[in-house]
């Protein structure tokens, strides 16, 4: 078994340290505050300080990248953590396991794969594009070896307050009768990664050298709408029906003026504007994972709530 150095213990690097220590690697999370599930070692920093990441992940096989900054931090805050991640694979040989998203490609026309071009517009999609170049770059130069896994939208068990599915915004209010209101058009297809498949694909993608050097999709189950999923949950759990409707845009805009978050989300509102499909068969086939069927998800994440 191996050493692997976690950076986040939010709604993904909790589990992924779970799904790691059950399968008998040594763990160590990185946090400002500390924190971390129980039975890792966990490390309190700044994960933008290189040498201090790089004396951490000395002797590990992987480091993760499971952080996330406020969106309205993006451009102050991911510049110099991306460099220290990197740095710090450099110095230790590590391999770098990137936990991406779908923004980099910005608006489609049809299934984005990983081969779809990165051509995103908004402020945060060409963020999260470049750090994927300056990873591949780096890799091609021979420095390091990296791999970036994208999902797209979190659904599941302990999944943040601001998860659009999630179990604050959408799961509770459901369950207990009450409107929900989307920030999109909630009739439109949408591909939702769920957040224990989410751990899964970085565990693996830790532990198998066929993922370095490109970006792979996490196993994603077939896209439907924010409506169709309300249904089958509140079917699923004997809750009254559903009712999801729009945030309208005025609402959205003035929601803005006082919330740093609800500002940033417009830049991404296109992603329910159109169906927004993602295929996940490349990581299916390479590494025989399959996604959790959504109906097996909601009985997981009512069981939870």
Known sequence: MGKHVIAGAGQVGTQLAERLLAGGHDVTVVTRSGSGPEGVEKVAMDVSDRARLATVAK??????????????????????????????????????????????????????????????????????????????????????????????????????????????????????????MFIGDPSLPHAWTYLPDVAAALAIAGTDERVWGRPWHVPTAPAVSARDVAARLCETAGAPAPRVHEIPRAMLAAMGKVNPMMRELREMRYQFEKPYILDSSDFERTFGMAPTPLDGALREIIAAA
Not at 71 to 96: C, I, K, N, V
Not at 153 to 169: C, F, I, K, N
Request: hydrophobic share 40%; charged share 20%.
């Open 59 to 180: 002797g590990a096989d992987a480091i993760y990248n499971c952080v996330n900054p406020p969106y309205h931090r993006w451009t102050q805050e991911w510049p110099p953590m991306a460099a220290s991640f990197l740095g710090a694979a450099e110095d230790t040989g590590a391999g770098l396991v990137t936990l991406g998203c779908l923004y980099g490609y910005g608006p489609v026309d049809g299934p984005m794969t990983e081969a779809t071009p990165l051509a995103a517009t908004g402020v945060k999609g060409r963020m999260r594009a470049r750090m994927w170049e300056d990873m591949r770059a780096a890799q091609e130069a021979g420095r390091v070896r990296v791999t970036e896994l994208r999902a797209s939208d979190y659904y599941g068990p302990r999944s943040t307050d601001q998860a659009h599915l999630g179990e604050v915004r959408f799961v509770k209010p459901l369950l207990a009768g009450k409107r929900v």
